[in-house]
Protein backbone atom coordinates (compact mmCIF):
# COMPACT_ATOMS: atom_id res chain seq x y z
CA UNK A 1 0.00 0.00 0.00
CA UNK A 2 2.48 2.48 0.91
CA UNK A 3 5.96 2.48 0.02
CA UNK A 4 7.62 4.49 2.92
CA UNK A 5 11.28 5.11 3.20
CA UNK A 6 13.32 6.54 5.82
CA UNK A 7 16.44 8.00 5.58
CA UNK A 8 18.45 8.68 8.51
CA UNK A 9 22.11 10.27 8.59
CA UNK A 10 23.79 10.49 11.85
CA UNK A 11 25.94 13.60 12.04
CA UNK A 12 28.09 13.22 15.48
CA UNK A 13 30.37 10.54 16.29
CA UNK A 14 29.85 7.84 18.95
CA UNK A 15 33.44 6.86 19.38
CA UNK A 16 33.67 10.84 20.40
CA UNK A 17 30.69 10.59 22.72
CA UNK A 18 31.93 7.48 24.26
CA UNK A 19 35.67 9.26 24.96
CA UNK A 20 33.68 12.52 26.32
CA UNK A 21 32.05 9.86 28.94
CA UNK A 22 34.56 7.72 29.63
CA UNK A 23 36.30 11.01 31.22
CA UNK A 24 32.94 12.60 32.55
CA UNK A 25 31.87 9.81 34.81
CA UNK A 26 34.76 9.60 36.95
CA UNK A 27 35.43 13.39 37.36
CA UNK A 28 31.67 13.63 38.17
CA UNK A 29 32.29 10.84 40.96
CA UNK A 30 35.08 12.74 42.45
CA UNK A 31 32.81 16.00 42.01
CA UNK A 32 30.14 14.07 43.95
CA UNK A 33 32.71 12.64 46.46
CA UNK A 34 33.79 16.01 47.56
CA UNK A 35 30.45 17.97 48.11
CA UNK A 36 29.50 14.63 50.40
CA UNK A 37 32.53 14.84 52.20
CA UNK A 38 32.05 18.97 52.64
CA UNK A 39 28.65 18.37 53.71
CA UNK A 40 29.72 15.49 56.17
CA UNK A 41 32.02 18.51 57.52
CA UNK A 42 29.48 20.89 57.33
CA UNK A 43 26.51 18.24 59.10
CA UNK A 44 29.94 17.90 62.51
CA UNK A 45 30.19 22.10 62.68
CA UNK A 46 26.67 23.25 62.83
CA UNK A 47 26.20 20.23 65.26
CA UNK A 48 22.56 19.07 62.80
CA UNK A 49 22.22 16.47 60.17
CA UNK A 50 19.14 16.42 58.02
CA UNK A 51 17.92 19.45 59.79
CA UNK A 52 17.97 17.91 62.94
CA UNK A 53 20.27 19.42 66.01
CA UNK A 54 22.31 16.94 67.52
CA UNK A 55 21.38 15.62 71.09
CA UNK A 56 22.93 17.96 73.47
CA UNK A 57 26.23 16.51 75.12
CA UNK A 58 25.54 16.30 79.02
CA UNK A 59 27.04 18.59 81.70
CA UNK A 60 29.14 15.43 82.81
CA UNK A 61 30.79 15.36 79.26
CA UNK A 62 31.27 19.02 79.40
CA UNK A 63 32.50 18.90 82.61
CA UNK A 64 34.84 15.93 82.16
CA UNK A 65 36.45 17.70 78.73
CA UNK A 66 37.77 20.19 80.73
CA UNK A 67 40.74 17.96 81.85
CA UNK A 68 43.77 16.82 79.33
CA UNK A 69 43.53 13.15 78.73
CA UNK A 70 39.92 13.08 79.06
CA UNK A 71 39.69 10.82 76.57
CA UNK A 72 42.42 7.48 77.31
CA UNK A 73 42.69 7.37 72.86
CA UNK A 74 43.83 10.85 73.18
CA UNK A 75 45.64 11.08 76.74
CA UNK A 76 47.88 14.49 75.84
CA UNK A 77 44.94 15.78 73.61
CA UNK A 78 42.95 19.03 75.26
CA UNK A 79 39.75 19.08 73.82
CA UNK A 80 39.40 22.28 71.92
CA UNK A 81 35.51 23.24 71.89
CA UNK A 82 34.10 22.05 75.08
CA UNK A 83 30.40 21.89 74.66
CA UNK A 84 29.82 20.97 70.47
CA UNK A 85 28.88 16.87 70.22
CA UNK A 86 31.26 15.22 67.63
CA UNK A 87 33.98 17.79 67.74
CA UNK A 88 36.03 17.11 70.82
CA UNK A 89 39.76 17.04 69.57
CA UNK A 90 38.39 17.54 66.16
CA UNK A 91 39.66 14.34 64.39
CA UNK A 92 37.03 13.25 63.52
CA UNK A 93 35.73 16.12 61.15
CA UNK A 94 40.20 16.56 60.50
CA UNK A 95 39.88 12.89 58.94
CA UNK A 96 36.41 12.87 56.60
CA UNK A 97 37.85 12.74 53.01
CA UNK A 98 36.81 12.47 49.58
CA UNK A 99 38.72 9.34 47.77
CA UNK A 100 38.47 7.88 44.25
CA UNK A 101 36.20 4.72 45.95
CA UNK A 102 33.82 7.69 48.30
CA UNK A 103 34.21 9.16 51.26
CA UNK A 104 36.29 7.77 54.13
CA UNK A 105 36.90 8.77 57.76
CA UNK A 106 37.94 7.93 60.86
CA UNK A 107 36.40 4.39 62.24
CA UNK A 108 35.08 6.14 65.83
CA UNK A 109 32.46 8.42 63.08
CA UNK A 110 30.56 4.82 62.25
CA UNK A 111 29.79 4.28 66.37
CA UNK A 112 28.51 8.27 66.73
CA UNK A 113 25.85 7.04 63.59
CA UNK A 114 24.83 4.02 65.27
CA UNK A 115 24.81 5.33 69.04
CA UNK A 116 25.75 2.45 71.54
CA UNK A 117 24.54 1.72 75.00
CA UNK A 118 26.55 4.92 76.70
CA UNK A 119 26.47 6.94 73.08
CA UNK A 120 23.52 8.63 71.61
CA UNK A 121 23.09 8.36 67.85
CA UNK A 122 24.52 11.65 65.85
CA UNK A 123 24.21 10.99 62.69
CA UNK A 124 26.44 13.49 60.86
CA UNK A 125 25.91 11.91 57.60
CA UNK A 126 22.24 12.37 57.08
CA UNK A 127 20.75 14.82 54.62
CA UNK A 128 24.50 14.47 52.66
CA UNK A 129 22.83 13.89 49.76
CA UNK A 130 20.03 15.88 47.80
CA UNK A 131 18.29 13.92 45.06
CA UNK A 132 15.46 15.46 43.25
CA UNK A 133 13.62 12.13 43.47
CA UNK A 134 14.67 11.68 46.81
CA UNK A 135 16.07 8.69 46.66
CA UNK A 136 18.94 7.54 48.53
CA UNK A 137 22.33 6.17 47.93
CA UNK A 138 22.69 1.72 49.02
CA UNK A 139 19.64 0.64 47.74
CA UNK A 140 21.54 -1.13 45.11
CA UNK A 141 24.76 -2.77 45.49
CA UNK A 142 27.34 -0.45 43.77
CA UNK A 143 25.01 2.81 43.14
CA UNK A 144 25.64 6.49 43.43
CA UNK A 145 23.16 9.00 44.51
CA UNK A 146 24.14 12.18 42.50
CA UNK A 147 23.61 15.79 43.74
CA UNK A 148 21.62 17.97 42.13
CA UNK A 149 24.16 20.10 41.41
CA UNK A 150 26.48 17.32 39.88
CA UNK A 151 23.49 15.47 37.90
CA UNK A 152 22.93 19.39 36.35
CA UNK A 153 26.69 19.60 35.36
CA UNK A 154 26.53 15.98 33.88
CA UNK A 155 23.54 16.52 31.74
CA UNK A 156 25.13 20.08 30.75
CA UNK A 157 28.40 18.16 29.66
CA UNK A 158 26.55 15.56 27.79
CA UNK A 159 24.49 17.95 25.59
CA UNK A 160 27.87 19.40 24.83
CA UNK A 161 28.74 15.74 23.66
CA UNK A 162 25.88 15.16 21.70
CA UNK A 163 26.34 18.50 19.61
CA UNK A 164 26.59 17.91 15.83
CA UNK A 165 28.90 18.26 13.62
CA UNK A 166 28.78 21.80 11.61
CA UNK A 167 25.31 22.70 12.40
CA UNK A 168 25.39 23.88 16.08
CA UNK A 169 22.32 22.31 17.05
CA UNK A 170 22.04 19.29 19.47
CA UNK A 171 19.74 15.84 19.54
CA UNK A 172 16.97 17.49 21.17
CA UNK A 173 16.58 20.33 18.33
CA UNK A 174 16.27 17.79 15.35
CA UNK A 175 12.99 17.28 13.36
CA UNK A 176 11.98 14.62 11.37
Do not use: C
Not at 41 to 70: A, P
Not at 140 to 156: A, F, M, V
Amino acid sequence: MFNLRLKTKVTFSFSKLNKKLETLLPQTLRLNHRDVAKQFKKNIMEGQSGGKMFKKLEDSTIKRRKYRGYNPNYPKTKPKILAKPLFATGNLHKSIRATEKGVTFNRYGDYHVKGGSNLPKRNWMAGAIKSPSGATAGRYKGSTILSEKNLKRLRREIKKGFKLAGRGKNIRDMRL
